[in-house]
């Protein structure tokens, strides 16, 4: 186990020209979340679209102020293959795949949040989709989130070949075995117990890493990425999806719910695997930066064209929420 | 709205000779599901594979006894389009393409019978996954089937270009606007309310027959089928699961729950929207019938190729289960 010198303050992450970085990232976020958010609505069917309840409860959850992350890491991975620099110049109608995978993320959202899993009663400061529309109306629209993703994803402008590479790359981060439902398996079952490292690491990496490095492998896959592309893209998600989960577990701690908009200390009171539990805060926020600054070096390849990459990968080691 | 002078005993279906048709019939289904079976065996991680306790979940409700109908309905169809007559010449591993059909299937059982939906305790004569597993595991043992089954598709073993278009059509099919889960939330909604003719077509269209429409026509698209072909396999699964719902509803009266395999009469207890409380049973049979009689004609231009399907749509409205 390692010590519990470092410090936030002392972060090894080269950090550049602030001014010129801090306004490029705003832009790539800023851009990303239009981007998606204009995607949403034009592929998530209108609340007047009868059964209209089911509609209302989907765009209730999708619309809810989200951060847009996924969607952004896939479109900067897909502008960085593609090998395009501006932030005007994205793949053509990337922000489908970008909303996809948010659809993808919010179904997830919504039956976490259920009684019968973590039963948390806000969400992205709002009331969470069943303490407004019910459970069965919650389950039926985290059903229909996931179902409506995998209708655009087999829609997506680009070649057939690609579209199912996509397809199962998205199926398998968000599946059983090293995905998304096994890593929420493994944390409800390791509610109550002392994890071990070697169980929390799994936690991360299948239940928020795995969505993350699919975001970024798809993003790659969508503009063409060669098979070596993938692999860089995908150890860059790795780490720097491992490193997002470790910060969301400090910020738990150290942030008020109006901070988060979402239940502060939910882990704590729940006795939830967590970093901040088996290593403390400066100690976990240690190795979230060690991850970030590994995998800065596995784009390296990409020379400038990463730049932009790197900077939304300190940033998710660097956020306040 | 029609007479009630029909009975089961008259129908107007053709019935050729039974022993040569009910013995075809007979080897279809049990080919049909012991292909389905294995390819599910195969396709689901083990019992064994960690987290051990969602594949046991996932396994539970998959390994039910089910009868496999989307899946055989899927595979005939596919034989029928690639112009193969004889039992054992199904196109290569369409079994797979089943097998995500029965997934798809089984995840929408598990969650329709959670307490927030159906309540149900008993499914294929065993008791549920919720009662067995707790709802959190339920939930995700649905939503797990539900992404396995896309995995599956992206893998299968057809040109990439059909593959997409499969899984377009399936997304559609189980989703809200005209497919399952809108379905089932207008059922839902439909509950203690006096249903119309109208409303109550809609909920059985979306709920069952669009899945059923789905599956003929991926099993369709696998094996090559022309746009014009896909178009009388739409109106065929379109007709059969109108009918298929029909008689569905009529042996929640008629059968008692040792018979079914799943609890008898709920349909009236919760009063739901069903064919016999709005037109009786006759009248309900009479219109199965009529539907099964419609849908031969969409496959007129199939010749004797069509022989195993039409049997398939006639067994729908005879079963006594």
Do not use: W
Request: glycine content about 8%.
């Amino acid at each position: 186990m390692l010590g519990k010198k470092s410090s936030r303050t002392s972060s090894a992450l080269p950090t550049g020209n602030c001014y010129t970085h801090c306004s490029m990232l705003q832009e790539t976020l800023e851009q990303g979340r239009a981007l998606t958010d204009a995607a949403l609505d034009r592929l998530i069917p209108k609340e007047t679209q009868e059964p209209a309840s089911i509609h209302k409860a989907m765009r209730h959850s999708v619309f809810a102020g989200g951060k847009r992350l996924r969607p952004v890491l896939c479109m900067e991975a897909g502008r960085m293959v593609a090998g395009k620099k501006t932030a005007g110049s994205l793949p053509k109608k990337i922000e489908d795949l970008g909303a996809a995978l948010e659809m993808l993320h919010t179904y997830s959202l919504i039956h976490d949040d259920l009684p019968a899993l973590d039963n948390d009663d806000l969400r992205r400061g709002r009331p969470t989709c069943h303490k407004v529309f019910g459970d069965a109306l919650a389950i039926l629209a985290g059903d229909a989130l996931q179902t409506q993703a995998y209708e655009v994803l087999a829609q997506l402008e680009c070649p057939a070949e690609a579209r199912v590479k996509i397809i199962e790359e998205i199926a398998r981060g968000t599946g059983t075995v090293d995905g998304m439902i096994g890593g929420q398996v493994v944390d409800l079952e390791a509610e109550h117990t002392q994890p071990t490292a070697e169980m929390l690491e799994y936690i991360h990496r299948a239940k928020t890493a795995a969505l993350i490095t699919a975001s970024l492998v798809s993003g790659g896959l969508y503009a063409g990425a060669k098979k070596n592309e993938v692999e860089k893209l995908r150890a860059f998600g790795r780490s720097i999806g491992l490193a997002f989960q470790i910060v969301d577990d400090v910020l738990d701690v150290t942030q008020t719910s109006e901070q988060l908009g979402k239940t502060a200390g939910k882990d704590t009171s729940a006795q939830k695997a967590t970093y901040p539990a088996l290593f403390g805060i400066d100690e976990s926020l240690r190795k979230a930066d060690a991850l970030v600054s590994a995998a800065f070096a596995e784009l390296d390849s990409f020379g400038d064209r990463a730049e932009t990459l790197k900077e939304l990968a300190r940033y998710l080691v660097e956020r306040k929420k």
